[in-house]
């Protein structure tokens, strides 16, 4: 079966609400409607994306957590109803303030963790959705019904959902993806922009589930990550008083992991020691040492300038005085760092520097590794002596290729994560 990111499983997950609406309202209520059925891997952003759809149609999000309910009497309790005399007439349902609410007024409920709901439990979800009745109530036309859960191989508690709710409702299955991620981070700052950095750096890490470990990254430990930073804001804070200093790594250890509080650690300590001044008037990146005084990782260092200097242009603006920045957006990045830094530029800044090229003439730098000189090029005034120099550094000195704009981002959604389970 197809595997969606989250943005796509986002579009078809509206679709099927709105055809769902639409049937409620004009065709009926006693009929199986079209009922999404989100299926995806833990902390990957299912319960975010039904939030979302609740605050866009100014509804009530109302979830239900499937695996608590242990009788389908949890909908609605039968209550003895008694005649003048006394004698018991007829039985009514009581129902629980959920249910009552999506009676009278529209909701959306989102059932969460169906697969992990008993199976008499999964018949009653089965009966609410096909009928759109809680016991002898009819949902209100406007109340809408999602679902959600894990696949067996994502949760170790994870259980198959009967065929008889796979055949009636439209499964989705969708994986975090960093692209969707990344733009539901940036929405209202969901996910800290130093997080988004690391993960276009390292996207593997942005969900990695792991068998008998006891955290790993998924978006919903980036997004408690980030709720963590926005209050011990210190990045070099002493948490232990033992001369540590390293407050974000514990942060992102105890939410995703050691190995990825580790990385990050590292590629956020590369990022402080970018020399953003000579890019912007030089074109050049010199080299980064770790914190054994050596070359850091090319490409860590590579990914670490794009975010320095993202960074710095969104609080500075560009300016006629960044002479180097031109070359170096224009002389030929990798293409997953053209797409990295497009994604982190600002739009305002990314218009910015769109225009600038346009403006001027184009120039080339002399011979990266790589990319191979084109002598017809130096002969039609491209290169040679007028070119910007800084390719031809010594070992310790390996010059950044500059790199082309991609299309700035389109806002939405913030996996985006969202996207991603705000992350439940």
């Known amino acids: 079966m197809t ?32 009922t999404p059925l989100l299926l995806g891997p833990v902390g990957g952003g299912k319960t975010s994306m039904a939030q979302l759809e609740a605050e866009e149609r100014a509804m009530v999000f109302s979830p239900i957590n499937s695996g608590e309910l242990s009788d389908p009497a949890d909908f609605g309790i039968p209550v003895p109803q008694a005649d003048e005399d006394g ?84 499964i989705i299955e969708m994986e975090p993806d960093i692209k969707s991620f990344v733009e539901f981070g940036k929405v209202d700052d969901e996910i800290h922009p130093d997080f988004l950095g690391y993960l276009l750096y390292k996207p593997e890490h942005l969900n990695q589930p ?11 430990g980036w997004w408690e990550a980030s709720r963590h930073v926005s209050v011990y804001s210190d990045p070099y804070e002493d948490v232990f008083n033992d001369g540590s200093k390293d407050n ?27 020399n953003v001044e000579r890019i912007l008037k030089h074109g050049v990146l010199d080299t980064v040492l770790d914190d054994e005084g050596k070359p850091a990782d090319k490409r860590m260092a590579q990914y670490a300038a794009i975010y ?27 293409p997953e760092l053209q797409i990295a830094l497009a994604m982190q530029m600002p739009p305002k800044v990314l218009g910015s520097c769109r225009r600038r090229s346009r403006a001027q003439p184009r120039r080339s730098c002399s011979t990266s590794p790589g990319r191979p000189r084109d002598p017809r090029r130096e002969m039609q005034g491209q290169g040679g002596p007028g070119a910007v120099q800084g390719s031809a550094q010594g070992p310790h000195r390996p010059r950044a290729p500059g790199r082309l704009l991609a299309t700035g981002r389109e806002h939405r959604d913030p996996g985006g994560p969202g996207p991603p389970d705000a992350m439940h």
């Open 248 to 274: 974000w790594r514990l942060i992102v250890s105890l939410k995703c992991g050691d190995h990825v509080g580790n990385d990050f650690w590292a590629w956020f300590k590369i990022v402080r020691r970018v």
């Open 3 to 34: 595997v969606y990111g989250w943005k796509k499983a986002q579009m078809l997950v509206r679709r099927e609400l709105d055809i769902q609406h639409m049937l409620a309202e004009h065709a009926g209520l006693n009929r199986v409607l079209n």
């Open 210 to 220: 792991k068998p008998n470990v006891n955290r790993f990254p998924c978006p919903r």
């Open 308 to 334: 320095a200097l993202s960074q710095y242009l969104a609080k500075h603006g560009v300016k006629a005085t960044y002479t180097g920045l031109e070359s170096f957006i224009d002389t030929g990045l990798e």
């Open 87 to 170: 004698r018991l007439r007829t039985m009514e349902y009581c129902l629980n303030s959920q249910a009552a609410q999506a009676c009278k007024e529209p909701v959306l409920l989102f059932f969460d963790d169906l697969d992990k709901a008993p199976a008499h439990v999964q018949g009653s979800f089965l009966s609410i959705a096909g009928s759109r009745m809680f016991r002898d109530q009819h949902l209100h036309p406007g109340t809408l019904i999602m679902g959600a859960g894990n696949r067996v191989g994502d949760d170790m508690f994870a259980n198959e959902i009967s065929e008889s709710i796979r055949t009636r409702m439209t």
